[in-house]
Every structure is written in structure tokens, then in C-alpha cells.
């Protein structure tokens, strides 16, 4: 991306604890709206198994990711099997923090996730806490992972985390793979926002 200029469809390994790939991810779009909308571009993710069957469809629809428009914010739908609504992730208006609700099938809310105010740390992760409904207490968490200066600097690929309780419902678990898709997206924004403010300061 950084070297020719052209946003391209992307495309995830999803391993478990172990490092053993377990799902494969891969975001389906045209180049129009990959080049025009850039990292806030409307997509839909398709998550295939280790034989090749479609286990999770992401949808996004075409939204805002800033303080000063809390009227369109992100939002994204998990469906499983595809056609089938199993929950949803919600951005919640913030001035300072990126804050998500994580929602079941029928809307209701399950989950609270939230990032740190700063979400560009050099050297270190960045952790989004997953919190219950009240924000009381923390029951997970979304790391993005550090992976060197050269790698952070030159390009948009990331390594993810996800911790959550062994008994969460299997649902809201892929709800929470979700989620993180999301805060991808987010994070390659203000990947890309950052270096065009250090871009104007030099």
C-alpha cells in the first residue's frame, strides 16, 4: 500500500493459541470503492474454514469513524451461517477513546469494549479492554500486537489477539472475531491519518 499508492483487498490468517491456522479471511470489494472510500469503505469479509466452507460473513456498511460525526459510526454485522444475523459490534460515540458495544442477535447488548486514548504506541501493544455491560470489569481483551519499527512505519499489516472467557456463548465469541476485523479497519485509519499529520509537520 505505502509503495504504490493502491488500497487492495485484504486478506487474514486466523490461528489459535497454539499457531495452528484455523480460519482464513478475505475481504471481497471492488477497486472503485477500495480506492475512493479507502479504510472506511464499506465491506464484507468471508471466513472460511480449513476446507474451504464459509463459516462467518462480516459486514460493514459505508460509515464514519470520527468524534465529530457520532450520528454515523461503525458498525458491523456477523452472520453464521451466512444469511443468518448472529450478533452485532456497535462503535459508541467518544471524544477521546474508541468504544464498542458488542450485540447479540436480537441487539441486545452483551459486551463493552474500549481502547486507550492514544492507539499509536511505538515499542509496545495496544490493548482494547473487554469489558461487561456496567464497565466494571475487565473479562478480555483485543491486542494489537507490536511487530517492529519497519513493519509498523511501512505498512498496514498487523498482528491481532483476542482473550475472552471459555465459557462466553459461541455466538458472541464470533462476534468478538468480529470485532476485531473492525478495529482493524479503525486502526489502519489512524495509521493513515498519523502519517499524513507527520507528512504536513515536515
Known amino acids: 500500500l505505502v509503495l504504490v499508492g493502491w488500497e487492495t483487498n485484504n486478506k487474514y490468517q486466523i490461528k489459535n493459541s497454539l499457531g495452528q491456522k484455523v480460519f482464513f479471511a478475505a475481504e471481497e470489494n471492488d477497486c472503485c470503492t477500495r480506492y475512493w472510500c479507502g479504510p472506511l469503505r464499506s465491506f ?10 464459509e463459516v ?7 460509515r464514519c469513524a470520527s468524534c465529530c460525526y457520532p450520528c454515523c459510526l461503525q458498525e458491523l454485522e456477523v452472520q453464521a451461517p451466512p444469511g443468518n444475523p448472529i450478533g452485532y459490534v456497535i462503535q459508541n460515540w467518544h471524544p477521546l477513546k474508541p468504544k464498542f458495544t458488542i450485540q447479540n442477535e436480537r441487539k441486545e447488548p452483551v459486551l463493552k469494549i474500549e481502547g486507550p486514548i492514544c492507539h499509536c504506541k511505538c515499542c509496545s501493544d495496544v490493548v482494547f479492554e473487554v469489558k461487561s455491560l456496567d464497565e466494571a470489569q475487565v473479562v478480555g481483551k483485543i491486542c494489537k500486537q507490536w511487530t517492529g519499527f519497519l513493519r509498523e512505519a511501512y505498512t498496514d499489516a498487523d498482528n491481532f489477539g483476542i482473550q475472552f472467557p471459555m465459557d462466553l456463548d459461541v455466538k458472541i465469541k464470533a462476534v468478538m472475531i468480529g470485532a476485531c476485523f473492525l478495529i482493524v479497519s479503525i486502526q489502519i485509519l489512524h495509521f493513515l491519518i ?4 507527520k507528512a504536513l509537520v515536515w
Open 194 to 197: 498519523v502519517a499524513y499529520t
Open 44 to 53: 464484507t469479509i468471508k471466513v472460511l474454514d480449513n476446507f474451504g466452507q
Open 56 to 62: 462467518l460473513t462480516l459486514s460493514r456498511p459505508l
